[in-house]
Each structure stands twice: as C-alpha cells, then as structure tokens.
C-alpha cells in the first residue's frame, strides 16, 4: 500500500492559489488596459471638441449684407461724388450739398 505523504495537499493547495492569483492579475491587467484606452479615447474626443469649439469661437463675424438702395438713387453718381471728394476735387460742403440733392 501507498502511503500519502502530508505535504501533498498543501502543495496542491498553494499551487491552486498561484493559479488562482495569476488569473486575477491577468484579469485586472487586461481591465486597466481596457480603462486605459477608453480614457485617452473620451481624452481625444474632449479635447477636439475643446478645440472646434474655440475655432469657433475665434471665427469672424459674417459681414453684414450691403444695404439696398431706394428706388431712384442713381449709385454710379453717387459713388463718383464719392471718388471726387476722396481725391480732394470737391470740398466736404460741396459733398454734402451735391449727395443731399442726389438723395433728394
């Protein structure tokens, strides 16, 4: 007959607990990587939308839409009273006194 020997189950017991311990840290390995990633995903993702949105908020203004004439004001006249006062043919006066008649 066989006899058992004492230690046996206790080595079988501490290798189970080694097994058990090396799945568990193979686990929360795997869950910390898995963490990991998905924080520099919403890290990414944060961070472009922080920039899109302070692009747009440095974005220029649109231009305001140029006012349309009143029926009757002849725009060419007015723009060559404009083109002689700027190159200083006709004084401030005489701008004034030739666009108030122009615009009636």
């Known amino acids: 007959m066989m ?3 004492r230690g046996a189950p206790l ?5 189970t607990t ?4 090396g799945t568990a840290g ?11 990633n998905q924080a520099a995903q ?9 920039q899109q949105g302070a692009m747009a ?12 004439a009143a029926p009757g004001i002849d725009m060419a006249q007015l723009k060559q009273l404009g083109d002689l006062h700027a190159a200083g043919v006709l004084t401030d006066e005489e701008f004034a006194a030739a666009k108030a008649k122009l615009l009636g």
Do not use: I, T
């Open 18 to 21: 080694a097994v058990v311990a």
């Open 11 to 15: 080595l079988r017991a501490a290798a």
């Open 42 to 50: 919403q890290q990414a993702q944060y961070e472009q939308a922080y």
């Open 57 to 68: 908020a440095q974005a220029p203004a649109p231009a305001p839409a140029p006012a349309a």
């Open 3 to 5: 006899m058992r020997r």
């Open 26 to 36: 193979a686990v929360r390995h795997h869950q910390d990587q898995k963490y990991a």
